[in-house]
């Protein structure tokens, strides 16, 4: 069953956008690739590049500490807070009234996706900065890039005031092919950090044991998304995104992403025959 089918038998439950491509951006399989979704943790890999472009410019380093609290500037005016129960990384929340150093949140947001971790990390950065690095990124293919950065996780004002992030399949598959080019330090950081990720329920679920994917993935109500450089043994790397925003139970959601992992896969050593 090729990807085109599996989108077809999800028609009429949602939005359901498919990047798929070489890691030199060129796209073969594309899908609504240009359409937005609420970002939901996919704009914590753009964070960590600005982060790192920061470090390489001197302005931040790996391991300063950062004072750990759940106390934030709105987007829109006023403060907000992490909600702890919507935050599924318990040990960023174990450092509040502490200094934890910046490699470790990054590594915090990245691996286990700490919605505390990411507002630290971007509080240090600047959203300009984050929405910068995603701008940045943005494939020749990609004529009217619409994915931004505005805003931190659960700011409630802002989201309130109609501010919020923004990730189409073809943005989220320009970082992951900025990421995967990156020569030296730099690159090598980011790809390791997301090799590490611990949420592995969508594109590495059916791939072979031991396949490298470097992934970051999120999720929110109505939302399941995941994008990734696929690293196979026997065929070149290749890139893949899905983003999801629809009706399906979220099992459902991530067994569809993970279906055309396993597609995009099965044809890795000729992925203009995914269809």
Same mark, same amino acid.
């Given at each position: 069953m090729g990807i085109a089918e599996l989108l077809r038998q999800v028609d009429g439950a949602g939005e359901f956008g498919v990047w798929l491509g070489r890691l030199d951006g060129t796209p073969v399989f594309v899908h609504e690739a240009e359409r937005t979704h609420y970002s939901a943790s996919t704009m914590k890999l753009p964070v960590a590049m600005a982060m790192m472009h920061k470090v390489e410019a001197g302005e931040l380093a790996l391991f300063q500490p950062v004072a750990v609290h759940n106390d934030f500037e709105s987007a829109a !005016? $006023?403060? #907000? !807070?992490? &909600?702890?129960?919507?935050? +599924?990384?318990?040990? @960023?929340?174990?450092?509040? $009234?502490?200094?934890?150093?910046?490699?470790?949140?990054?590594? +915090?947001?990245?691996?286990?996706?700490?919605?505390?971790?990411?507002?630290? /990390?971007?509080?240090? /950065? !600047? *959203?300009?900065?984050?929405?910068?690095?995603?701008?940045?990124?943005t494939l020749p293919s990609s004529p009217a890039p619409e994915s931004r950065i505005q805003r931190g996780i659960d700011d409630v004002p802002a989201a309130r005031a109609g501010i919020s992030n923004l990730m189409s399949p073809a943005g989220l598959a320009g970082v992951l092919v900025a990421v995967g080019n990156q020569q030296g330090e730099y690159g090598e950081y980011l790809r390791e950090l997301l090799a590490a990720n611990q949420w592995n329920g969508e594109i590495p679920a059916l791939l072979p044991k031991g396949t490298?994917?470097?992934?970051?993935? $999120?999720? =929110?109500?109505?939302?399941?998304?995941? !994008? $990734?450089?696929?690293?196979?043994?026997?065929? =070149?790397? #290749?890139?893949? /995104?899905?983003?999801? @925003? %629809?009706?399906?139970?979220?099992?459902?959601?991530?067994?569809?992403?993970? %279906? *055309?992992?396993? +597609?995009?896969?099965?044809?890795?050593? &000729?992925? +203009?025959? /995914?269809?």
């Open positions: !005016g $006023g403060r #907000f !807070g992490v &909600n702890p129960d919507e935050d +599924e990384a318990p040990k @960023t929340w174990k450092q509040l $009234g502490k200094k934890a150093p910046l490699n470790w949140l990054a590594t +915090e947001m990245i691996t286990r996706s700490s919605n505390l971790a990411t507002d630290l /990390v971007l509080e240090q /950065v !600047g *959203i300009a900065a984050a929405h910068a690095a995603l701008a940045d990124a490298r994917v470097e992934h970051k993935n $999120g999720w =929110d109500t109505r939302i399941r998304h995941d !994008g $990734g450089i696929v690293r196979p043994k026997d065929a =070149d790397p #290749f890139v893949l /995104v899905v983003c999801t @925003t %629809s009706d399906l139970p979220d099992t459902e959601a991530q067994q569809l992403i993970a %279906s *055309i992992a396993l +597609e995009a896969w099965n044809h890795r050593h &000729n992925l +203009e025959a /995914v269809r």
